[in-house]
């Protein structure tokens, strides 16, 4: 519009002393801003109307980096922790999504997280499959402002042809004093050392202001502009605690890039958390305001309210590439199979509503809408079902081949699976065909994965589970084999079916279990529908009076995820549940937990080996 005056050439004004943003910067932004959609909305050819292609001037567009944090970050959710198993199939899924940094771990914190970065690093680290850029994933480990920490976090990632340390130091006033007690000229001196120590290592080097969103802006300007010169390559201003809104944080990255010495030779990167709910759109302004990585996560998982959702922000600007000056290199159609994955090795379920791979993000039931979509589907729809990597083919049933399975699996996108998965996947595919008419790909995928995030040894094998319910007492009576090769039957009875079963297994297996979690959910739609049941366990007595509560977990509790999928969702229960106690069996380093088996209980039957094989 020509009555909108041309942006200020000048630099724009120092900050106060208070991190607030003046009200004539506020107010010249504001014109800006109101400016730049004024132009959007005349300019011509630009049409927020829903299109399948994109323009070709979407090609010259700078690249956006993709920095995933799920393995870091999003494992710090309470119970979202990951064994190396889980983390490498992640990483790789990652990889093949198109991810261009993946922050594997933090490798100071244990000897496992170590060990998971440096064999994420190892494994992943060179793969190259399905990647547009041509070149493989960034790993990057975080570490604190400590040379040791630094130190640690270069032997686990150097292992990557690409590699990156990622050090940070809070800069909030409300930090410096009360956390890290030292002042602000000691918290420059110690960012420069910590950062020239890491670039003595690895060319890669990212450093983070923790608490940015809390701090003074002219303060992180100053220390911004040593790191600069110390050899730091990208600047990350995390919004730790999710506090600044939208407009205030683009507001931040654009001052601090303006005004920080260098600050127009390094990368700018956000981090946003989401305990306002805006993670994602202060992300977005972020990248407005001349950031060029975004630090997300699948799903949005991470500390407290999570992070900034990584689908979201891709789609939005796969979307919207009218509105952003940037691109990404993601494979869109990888997202629903990514979050599903997430999913399935955390446990922790999407919600129904969440946007691009809630289970009703392109759901229509309004009779208006289910019209307009069937005339034609952007009436209702911005984004098609398949650009998120949705399907709804139904291709194999009870008479389809091991070959003709794999074939699929390949099609969904599991590739590089080990013989052994695709056997038993192919088992277990087969017994479900032979209990429902269609199994569809969302069945296939839930029958996969449960077996990609069973434990790699399973200690206690349940071997069937019989169920009386009904009744006044529900009872229930399984088999399940011991570490030592012995089958016990035992029974027990419960308040319902389900606590019938985990009570038997409790008995037979004679340790400390407690429930603190059980979700089952249909996978697909029907009455012969696959049930998904996912269950967390922590090694804890049941509750010993009706006044201690069931679910509660402390801070000291390590918890075990276990999920599974079948038609029968009470054996789903049990098999879940199993794979719970195997992978906390499978965690006990002292070995406490094989010890003795009992052998003599009221009720019980014992085979021993011998025995067993005579039977049979």
């Not at 208070?18 to 005349?42: D, F, G």
Request: aromatic residues 4%.
């Amino acid at each position: 519009s020509e009555s909108c005056p041309a942006p200020p050439q000048a630099t724009p004004p120092s900050l106060p002393e208070k991190s607030v943003l003046s009200r004539e910067m506020i107010r010249s932004a504001t014109q800006r801003y109101l400016c730049s959609r004024a132009a959007v909305r005349m300019a011509p050819g630009l049409s927020r109307g829903f299109s399948e292609s994109k323009s070709t001037k979407d090609e010259d567009k700078p690249i956006l980096t993709i920095f995933d944090t799920t393995l870091r970050d999003g494992e710090q959710s309470p119970g979202a922790t990951m064994n190396i198993k889980e983390k490498i199939m992640l990483a790789g899924q990652l990889s093949r999504l198109g991810v261009d940094v993946c922050e594997a771990g933090f490798p100071i914190a244990s000897d496992g997280d170590f060990e998971a970065v440096k064999v994420v690093a190892q494994e992943v680290g060179p793969m190259l499959e399905n990647r547009k850029s041509g070149k493989p994933m960034r790993i990057c480990g975080l570490s604190r402002a400590i040379e040791k920490d630094i130190e640690r976090c270069y032997e686990a990632v150097k292992h990557a042809p690409l590699h990156r340390i990622h050090t940070f130091l809070a800069t909030s006033d409300i930090h410096l004093k009360n956390k890290l007690r030292i002042s602000r000229e000691e918290c420059i001196a110690q960012s420069v050392k910590a950062v020239s120590f890491a670039r003595s290592l690895c060319d890669d080097v990212e450093f983070s202001a923790e608490d940015a969103g809390r701090s003074d802006p002219a303060f992180m300007a100053e220390l911004f502009g040593e790191v600069i010169k110390a050899g730091v390559s990208t600047i990350n201003v995390p919004d730790t605690v999710g506090f600044v809104t939208p407009r205030e944080y683009g507001e931040l990255i654009s001052y601090l890039k303006n005004n920080t010495p260098g600050g127009h030779d390094i990368v700018w990167s956000t981090h946003c958390h989401n305990d306002l709910g805006l993670a994602v759109a202060n992300t977005l302004e972020g990248v407005n305001g001349g950031a060029r990585q975004v630090e997300v996560t699948i799903n949005g998982i991470g500390e407290r309210a999570g992070n900034a959702s990584l689908e979201e922000v891709v789609m939005s600007l796969y979307t919207r590439p009218q509105v952003f000056p940037v691109r990404s290199l993601v494979d869109t159609t990888h997202l629903t199979r990514t979050s599903r994955m997430v999913t399935q090795v955390t446990g922790m379920s999407v919600q129904p509503n969440k946007a691009i791979v809630g289970a009703n993000a392109f759901a229509h039931e309004a009779g208006i809408h289910q019209d307009g979509v069937l005339k034609h589907a952007a009436t209702y729809e911005i984004m098609s079902p398949a650009s998120v990597g949705l399907k709804s083919t139904l291709v194999l049933g009870k008479h389809s081949g091991k070959h003709a399975f794999a074939n699929r699996l390949e099609e969904l996108g599991y590739t590089g699976l080990e013989e052994d998965v695709i056997k038993s996947a192919f088992k277990r595919f087969k017994d479900t065909a032979d209990q429902k008419k269609t199994v569809t790909d969302a069945d296939i995928e839930a029958i996969l994965e449960n077996e990609i995030v069973k434990p790699s040894e399973e200690v206690w094998q349940l071997n069937s589970c019989v169920v009386s319910c009904g009744t006044e007492h529900p009872t229930a009576t399984v088999s399940i084999t011991t570490p030592s090769g012995k089958t016990i039957v035992d029974s027990s009875i419960g308040g319902g079916p389900v606590e019938a079963v985990y009570n038997a297994i409790s008995r037979t297996v004679r340790v400390p279990i407690r429930l603190v979690q059980f979700q089952v959910e249909a996978v697909s739609e029907g009455r012969d529908a696959i049930g998904k049941v996912s269950v967390r366990i922590c090694r804890r007595a049941p509750p010993a009076s009706d006044k201690e509560i069931a679910l509660d977990v402390t801070d000291d509790d390590v918890t075990y995820h276990g999920t599974s999928a079948h038609i029968d969702i009470i054996q789903g229960s049990a098999e879940a549940f199993m794979n719970a106690i195997n992978k906390m069996v499978a965690e006990d380093e002292e070995n406490e937990l094989q010890r003795k088996e009992v052998e003599f209980w009221p009720g019980r039957v014992v085979i021993n080996p011998k025995e067993q094989t005579q039977l049979s």
